[in-house]
């Protein structure tokens, strides 16, 4: 069982990706659907909508679950907003495509289309759950400042200023 479990990571990120996937053919369908009132050939235009929203979601993801197993919480907890921030929009437009397919039930649609991008947001936490340190076991575990200058670079700069 141990075994099975170190693929669970794997699992989930997979499944994720599958969620985005599952939900962007859908968002391509109502993009299309908007946007032919502008254009003749509105295909290609919500494609790429299509693929910036959804690769958007995935980054989060991986950035999210490389932040948090880094021990930097707080930019973990910022990328987690913005992806629950892109999760309330694909929420709003599962309605609209649930709407767009059906005037007299569109709960039928859009409910299980929330229910997919719900479950992509859900395997998101998961994954951060399941996922720990990622250091080597024989590596020591690399100190990163985000932007923290050390003494060295400090005094290179302060030498330069004054040369300056």
């Excluded at 254009?39 to 790429?48: C, N, R, T």
């Excluded at 720990?132 to 200058?149: D, F, S, V, Y």
Aim: net charge positive.
């Amino acid at each position: 069982m141990r075994e099975f479990a170190k693929i669970a990571p794997f699992l989930l990120l997979v499944c994720a990706i599958g969620t985005f996937v599952g939900f962007g053919i859908f968002q391509v369908d109502y993009f299309s659907e908007i946007l032919s009132v502008r254009w003749e050939k509105p295909l290609a235009m919500a494609i790429f909508m299509t693929v910036i929203f959804e690769t958007s979601r995935f980054a989060l993801l991986v950035s999210s679950v490389r932040n948090f197993t880094d021990d930097r919480k707080a930019n973990g907890w910022l990328g987690l907003a913005l992806s629950v921030a892109l999760v309330a929009h694909d929420i709003s437009t599962a309605y609209k495509i649930g709407a767009m397919w059906s005037a007299t039930g569109p709960g039928l649609y859009s409910n299980y289309l929330v229910v997919l991008v719900l479950l992509g947001l859900g395997l998101e936490f998961g994954l951060i759950l399941t996922v720990g340190k990622l250091t080597a076991p024989n590596k020591q575990h690399e100190n990163r400042n985000n932007g923290k200058m050390n003494g060295t670079t400090s005094r290179e700069l302060a030498d330069f200023a004054a040369k300056s």
